[in-house]
């Protein structure tokens, strides 16, 4: 062997031995990067898949599930839709990707595009193509886990796909939603609760009909659905678009810059959302790991540690996020020269909108830009008095149900207290579901808007609260129930 082969083994071995070594603890800034021609020399065990290993370790598996409805919640369908687009271009099968959303955007009076939607100002149609497997009131708590659990007699309705993976598969499941401690929105009731959620993976585990599983989260709160619940040892890695306490936030909104089309009243996106696939859209997702986008999603989410911005968590086996991308995303060809850079290009929004204030968004917009005295400044003006009439509704009667039950001086503490990290929110969480339905029952629905009185209901629980003490506070604190759509309970109790 002459020197200059000898030379060019022996920088190979190095750099596999130095992308071993980094596989073994936290990654780096300054880890050494493999050009792209080179990261097919080497196998998954260096951190880097090689061109054949991604399509023979198993199946890819992916459940997208957007869980609002209505045309202010554009955002969330927008999301569900581009992560579609992605995963086909990388290469995933139609009928390994399954899909929730409620479908009345595209076709919505409000949009300005019919049969169009878009994830960003300048983006492309995103709706063209995605399948319609679970729409309208098929958007159920209860489809969403069949399909997880691969159950399909547990369906009622929907397309009747599945998650029907075996012990070698990768699965990624993406929920863009509105969300409050321990709860996610959905267009149907009951709502999502965090307990359930853990249980059902517990039970997909249990199977052994999965090699791993990456779940990202979007939505209010997000990290407290998984926060003293999701246990090591799943083989399960999740990141959220905020912890436990705190909002996340839309994007791409009216008044932001960059500000969407002038005829849209509405955001196109969430932040942490948009991070994750605006970055996946543009790199090779062979030489980018769960970890590498997991820091550069939290970087530009928290958006320069602004008040417009919040703190992107993970939770579960951290050790899955060595693995790259393209386990779970695949990877398009068309970005094989595109490595994964430490300072992306994508820059956070000059500012962002708070998830639960994207409806009053919308409403403003439209009255702002509908003509005076017309039809459409009416209807806005309605819709805006009508969301505001609820809020106070629901905030001043949880204050008071809190001072009924602990006093003037201790009840507003009781309801406000946040358990230390690593903490679940509650103890008993069928006490937490018989509370807020209690509540319902008597003061009309919590809604999107109401789910971030979820902590206060989970404190009264924890504070030892039963079912007849909630019943007795709420019926004094609401003698009346707003009219309107924001307060009826005609879909169900929330829980």
């Not at 479908?103 to 939607?117: K, L, M």
């Not at 029907?164 to 969300?179: K, T, V």
């Not at 659905?225 to 994007?251: M, R, V």
């Not at 979820?454 to 019926?475: L, P, T, V, W, Y």
């Given at each position: 062997?002459?020197?200059?082969?000898?030379?060019?083994?022996?920088?190979?071995?190095?750099?596999?031995?130095?992308?071993?070594?980094?596989?073994?603890?936290?990654?780096?800034?300054?880890?050494?990067?493999?050009?792209?021609?080179?990261?097919?020399?080497?196998?998954?065990?260096?951190?880097?898949?090689?061109?054949?290993?991604?399509?023979?370790?198993?199946?890819?598996?992916?459940?997208?599930?957007?869980?609002?409805?209505?045309?202010?919640?554009?955002?969330?369908?927008?999301?569900?839709?581009?992560?579609?687009?992605?995963?086909?271009?990388?290469?995933?099968?139609?009928?390994?990707?399954?899909?929730?959303?409620?479908?009345?955007?595209?076709?919505?009076?409000?949009?300005?595009?019919?049969?169009?939607?878009?994830?960003?100002?300048?983006?492309?149609?995103?709706?063209?193509?995605?399948?319609?497997?679970?729409?309208?009131?098929?958007?159920?708590?209860?489809?969403?886990?069949?399909?997880?659990?691969?159950?399909?007699?547990?369906?009622?309705?929907?397309?009747?796909?599945?998650?029907?993976?075996?012990?070698?598969?990768?699965?990624?499941?993406?929920?863009?939603?509105?969300?409050?401690?321990?709860?996610?929105?959905?267009?149907?009731?009951?709502?999502?609760?965090?307990?359930?959620?853990?249980?059902?993976?517990?039970?997909?585990?249990?199977?052994?009909?999965?090699?791993?599983?990456?779940?990202?989260?979007?939505?209010?709160?997000?990290?407290?659905?998984?926060?003293?619940?999701?246990?090591?040892?799943?083989?399960?890695?999740?990141?959220?678009?905020?912890?436990?306490?705190?909002?996340?936030?839309?994007?791409?909104?009216?008044?932001?810059?960059?500000?969407?089309?002038?005829e849209y009243e509405t955001c196109l996106g969430d932040l942490y959302s948009v991070a994750w696939m605006e970055d996946s859209d543009i790199h090779n997702l062979r030489t980018e790991t769960l970890h590498q986008q997991y820091e550069l999603v939290k970087?530009?989410?928290?958006?320069?540690?602004?008040?417009?911005?919040?703190?992107?968590?993970?939770?579960?086996?951290?050790?899955?996020?060595?693995?790259?991308?393209?386990?779970?995303?695949?990877?398009?060809?068309?970005?094989?020269?595109?490595?994964?850079?430490?300072?992306?290009?994508?820059?956070?929004?000059?500012?962002?909108?708070?998830?639960?204030?994207?409806?009053?968004?919308?409403?403003?917009?439209?009255?702002?830009?509908?003509?005076?005295?017309?039809?459409?400044?009416?209807?806005?003006?309605?819709?805006?008095?009508?969301?505001?009439?609820?809020?106070?509704?629901?905030?001043?009667?949880?204050?008071?149900?809190?001072?009924?039950?602990?006093?003037?001086?201790?009840?507003?503490?009781?309801?406000?207290?946040?358990?230390?990290?690593?903490?679940?929110?509650?103890?008993?969480?069928?006490?937490?579901?018989?509370?807020?339905?209690?509540?319902?029952?008597?003061?009309?629905?919590?809604?999107?808007?109401?789910?971030?009185?979820?902590?206060?209901?989970?404190?009264?629980?924890?504070?030892?609260?039963?079912?007849?003490?909630?019943?007795?506070?709420?019926?004094?604190?609401?003698?009346?129930?707003?009219?309107?759509?924001?307060?009826?309970?005609?879909?169900?109790?929330?829980?």
């Open positions: 062997m002459s020197h200059t082969a000898s030379g060019v083994v022996l920088l190979l071995l190095l750099i596999g031995l130095s992308g071993s070594a980094s596989a073994g603890r936290d990654l780096p800034r300054d880890i050494l990067r493999l050009p792209s021609e080179a990261s097919r020399f080497f196998g998954r065990g260096s951190g880097v898949a090689d061109d054949n290993d991604d399509d023979s370790s198993g199946t890819k598996w992916a459940v997208l599930i957007a869980g609002s409805n209505g045309y202010w919640n554009y955002r969330h369908q927008a999301d569900i839709c581009h992560a579609y687009q992605l995963l086909r271009k990388g290469g995933l099968k139609e009928e390994n990707i399954i899909v929730f959303m409620y479908d009345d955007i595209a076709f919505n009076e409000e949009n300005p595009r019919p049969g169009v939607i878009i994830n960003s100002p300048h983006g492309d149609d995103v709706y063209k193509g995605v399948p319609k497997d679970y729409t309208g009131e098929d958007v159920t708590v209860g489809n969403f886990f069949a399909v997880i659990l691969g159950n399909k007699t547990a369906l009622t309705g929907g397309s009747g796909k599945v998650v029907d993976s075996g012990p070698n598969d990768h699965i990624f499941i993406y929920y863009s939603d509105h969300g409050g401690p321990g709860v996610l929105g959905m267009p149907t009731s009951p709502y999502l609760y965090a307990d359930d959620l853990i249980e059902v993976l517990k039970k997909k585990h249990a199977s052994g009909t999965y090699n791993s599983l990456v779940f990202y989260l979007e939505a209010c709160e997000s990290g407290s659905i998984f926060e003293g619940l999701l246990p090591e040892g799943l083989n399960i890695y999740a990141t959220t678009a905020s912890n436990a306490e705190e909002s996340s936030w839309g994007t791409y909104c009216p008044g932001e810059y960059p500000s969407p089309p002038p970087t530009r989410t928290a958006n320069d540690n602004s008040a417009y911005g919040s703190h992107v968590m993970q939770y579960g086996d951290i050790g899955v996020s060595k693995d790259n991308l393209v386990y779970y995303l695949g990877t398009n060809p068309a970005n094989e020269n595109f490595t994964f850079v430490d300072e992306n290009s994508l820059r956070p929004p000059t500012k962002a909108i708070n998830q639960r204030d994207a409806d009053l968004v919308h409403f403003w917009d439209k009255f702002r830009k509908a003509p005076e005295g017309s039809p459409r400044k009416i209807e806005a003006q309605k819709q805006f008095v009508e969301a505001m009439s609820h809020r106070m509704h629901l905030d001043n009667s949880v204050k008071l149900i809190g001072k009924l039950l602990f006093g003037i001086e201790k009840g507003p503490e009781v309801l406000t207290t946040v358990r230390p990290a690593g903490r679940p929110l509650v103890d008993d969480w069928d006490c937490l579901k018989t509370l807020v339905r209690t509540f319902e029952a008597h003061c009309g629905s919590i809604s999107q808007y109401g789910m971030k009185h979820m902590r206060s209901f989970a404190n009264i629980c924890n504070a030892g609260i039963k079912k007849e003490q909630m019943a007795d506070a709420s019926a004094q604190a609401c003698v009346s129930i707003p009219s309107g759509p924001w307060s009826s309970l005609h879909q169900g109790f929330s829980a």
